[in-house]
């Protein structure tokens, strides 16, 4: 840790104003310099832009939205480089650029003008680097999109083959009318691939067992593609995430436990021939001010990547909010990291909001990532201002970038998964696009116990950060499980609807020493299934395998004949290593009138097979999920299930092929 604080220290490469600036030193030391590069005319950002300092042969690509940065090793304040900017469709643009600290930040603009390219391939071919070191443009056009290149107003296509000479003017998508250097490549985005839940024979897998999960980052990922005009890539679709983004009005417990189990059963919409079970869990909820004492370290991601007007300005605003909530008894210390990593904000008492504001106000963005070194010095922050039977949580925010440093994924994990045993957890922030690392953040929350949000805009920050505070930062169980067993006399098959990524075994769900997602106060988890009733043959198909050779033991004469299924729960108080039982059975009565709830919550999940085009989407359809969806608003507070219907308005008029893909 010793190492941290002095590299922190002796680098100094946080463009942030509330650290003390590091005066001229004769060593030298590596640099950064960051900025964006920009269309003179429109002021556009230039994706794919060709940035240098030549004669230390040090390049760097712009990305999506035009930034770029450039690391320049043994250099000193007061160096003097001279930075070439160029791309297809513009001319080169020279500065002079004076190295101001350990981070300089500078802007770049291109005029518009003609450029001798080296060829542009429709087909699969990828450009090599031409002799200047700028890379060729190679684009392989799917059936309905072709390449093209601008002239003037009229646009002269070109067709198949390559072409080369002199060209002015910029590539376009024929099917957007956006330059592609600025439309936001998805590809640059961490996902990982999901693979839907299959049905399972329940003659073969009579149990189903699985981590509770009450993160809703994906619902709000996919509002920002659709919002932008862009369908979302299937595997940013988590579909229990868009089930468990909205409130649901489920009774809260009454007993010593702190978690309510409640179900209810109705036929598929998709489906009607089966059934789809629903299992609401809810959290105790408890008034914020009842709420234990808080020890928060905002660890905040001041990276070059950061400096966009949805990510580090957006951060700030939203962390606003939460300091607005903080109480006298409460407090925050600020962390942040780019080339290096620095305490901005000792422990300050949530009384002294003015000075947490101030601190917050100074941030600025410049720098890469060293988000390791963020994360360990941010935990010993909080370790060193630990509060006793409090709440101990880092809230990170970032776009998840992390590129430099003691940064692997597996390295981070660990550490997060011990500090959580010491009893600090982790609340996850994501921000942004173009960049955004989606699958290194889940993996980051789920291991420290803590929550994952994306914040696309304000409102989200509100509802994450204000109405959801207690369940953000409280938690009330630990390790909470599931384990379904489905009576095979009333259910021949069924399907998890989501969940694929806290799939766990069986055995799992007794052994104590295997972590499980956690809830915090006030929590409504929903989860889904679709089940096969015994008879009906011929709809779906089973998965399974061979069967035992000497059967399964029998049950005892009457045990469960009117069961459907069984619900277990297993979860830990905090602090506890002993899991607590929960048993809850469920009837085969099939509701004539869902509620509310669940005609709601059907939609979603609707709306999410379609999303990912699932193989088990049945009869799905947009329009179907828009009747369900307004025949379920309920009262709606916050007015999140009217915004839903909005949004599967304007998805369903993305493309002219939306009618053909629902099908």
């Given at each position: 840790m010793r190492s941290i604080l002095t590299h922190a220290a002796a680098a100094g490469a946080l463009a942030l104003a509330a650290v003390a600036p590091s005066h001229a030193r004769a060593r030298r030391a590596d640099a950064i310099v960051t900025g964006v590069v920009r269309d003179a005319a429109r002021g556009a950002a230039i994706g794919n832009a060709y940035v240098a300092i030549a004669d230390?042969?040090?390049?760097?690509?712009?990305?999506?939205?035009?930034?770029?940065?450039?690391?320049?090793?043994?250099?000193?304040?007061?160096d003097v480089v001279v930075l070439t900017a160029r791309a297809i469709g513009y001319g080169t643009a020279t500065q002079r650029v004076r190295l101001a600290g350990d981070t300089t930040h500078v802007s770049l603009t291109l005029a518009a003008a003609s450029v001798q390219l080296s060829a542009v391939v429709t087909g699969a071919a990828a450009g090599a680097a031409d002799a200047q070191g700028a890379p060729n443009v190679s684009y392989a056009p799917s059936t309905r999109q072709r390449a093209r290149v601008m002239q003037g107003a009229a646009g002269k296509r070109i067709g198949r083959g390559t072409v080369r000479g002199t060209m002015g003017g910029t590539l376009r998508d024929t099917a957007r009318p956006e330059p592609l250097g600025e439309r936001a490549p998805v590809d640059r985005e961490g996902y990982d691939r999901i693979e839907d839940n299959p049905f399972l024979?329940?003659?073969?897998?009579?149990?189903?067992t699985f981590s509770v999960d009450v993160d809703a980052a994906s619902y709000g990922n996919v509002r920002r593609f659709i919002t932008q005009g862009q369908r979302p890539p299937a595997d940013a679709v988590r579909i229990e995430e868009l089930v468990n983004y909205f409130p649901y009005d489920?009774?809260?417990?009454?007993?010593?436990?702190?978690?309510?189990?409640?179900?209810?059963?109705?036929?598929?919409?998709?489906?009607p021939e089966h059934r789809l079970v629903r299992i609401a869990l809810r959290a105790r909820p408890i008034d914020v001010a009842q709420l234990p004492p808080s020890n928060l370290v905002f660890l905040i991601d001041v990276s070059g990547s950061m400096d966009e007007p949805n990510k580090l300005p957006l951060v700030k605003r939203a962390l606003r909010l939460l300091v607005d909530q903080l109480r006298p008894q409460d407090r925050v210390a600020i962390v942040v990291y780019a080339g290096a990593a620095g305490l901005v904000l000792p422990s300050t008492s949530g009384e002294d909001k003015a000075r947490i504001a101030e601190a917050i106000d100074r941030l600025e963005a410049g720098g890469s990532t060293a988000g390791g070194e963020g994360l360990l010095l941010a935990y010993k922050v909080a370790r060193d201002n630990r509060v006793p039977n409090g709440t101990n949580r880092v809230i990170l925010a970032t776009d998840g970038d992390f590129n430099v440093g003691p940064s692997s994924d597996a390295e981070m994990e660990r550490l997060?998964?011990?500090?959580?045993?010491?009893?600090?957890?982790?609340?996850?922030?994501?921000?942004?696009?173009?960049?955004?690392?989606?699958?290194?953040?889940?993996?980051?929350?789920?291991?420290?116990?803590?929550?994952?949000?994306?914040?696309?805009d304000l409102a989200e920050a509100r509802k994450v950060l204000v109405r959801e505070l207690g369940a953000t930062l409280h938690t009330v169980a630990d390790d909470v499980k599931l384990q379904v067993e489905f009576n095979p006399a009333a259910v021949r098959g069924y399907r998890l609807i989501g969940y694929e990524d806290r799939l766990l075994r069986d055995e799992d769900f007794a052994d104590d020493k295997k972590d499980a997602g956690d809830v915090g106060a006030g929590h409504a988890v929903t989860a889904l299934y679709e089940v096969v009733p015994a008879g009906v043959t011929g709809t779906v198909s089973l998965r399974g395998v061979d069967p035992l050779r000497y059967g399964a033991a029998p049950a005892p004469n009457g045990r469960g004949r009117d069961e459907l299924l069984y619900v277990q729960l297993r979860y830990k108080r905090p602090g506890e290593s002993t899991s607590r039982l929960m048993t809850h059975p469920v009837p085969t009565t099939v509701a004539r009138d869902a509620s509310t709830d669940f005609r709601f919550a059907a939609a979603v999940a609707e709306f999410g097979?379609?999303?990912?085009?699932?193989?088990?989407?049945?009869?799905?359809?947009?329009?179907?999920?828009?009747?369900?969806?307004?025949?379920?608003?309920?009262?709606?507070?916050?007015?999140?299930?009217?915004?839903?219907?909005?949004?599967?308005?304007?998805?369903?008029?993305?493309?002219?092929?939306?009618?053909?893909?629902?099908?």
């Open positions: 230390r042969q040090i390049t760097a690509l712009t990305d999506a939205s035009g930034r770029f940065v450039l690391h320049v090793p043994r250099a000193a304040r007061g024979a329940v003659a073969t897998n009579p149990r189903s489920v009774p809260a417990p009454r007993g010593d436990d702190p978690i309510a189990i409640t179900t209810e059963v109705a036929p598929a919409p998709w489906r997060v998964e011990a500090k959580r045993a010491e009893g600090t957890y982790l609340t996850v922030l994501g921000f942004g696009t173009g960049n955004f690392q989606d699958a290194k953040m889940e993996k980051l929350a789920k291991r420290g116990n803590g929550n994952y949000a994306y914040v696309d097979m379609l999303l990912r085009d699932s193989e088990h989407k049945g009869r799905a359809t947009g329009e179907q999920v828009l009747t369900l969806a307004r025949g379920a608003l309920g009262d709606d507070d916050g007015g999140y299930r009217a915004d839903f219907v909005r949004l599967v308005e304007r998805w369903r008029g993305l493309e002219p092929t939306t009618a053909s893909r629902e099908k």
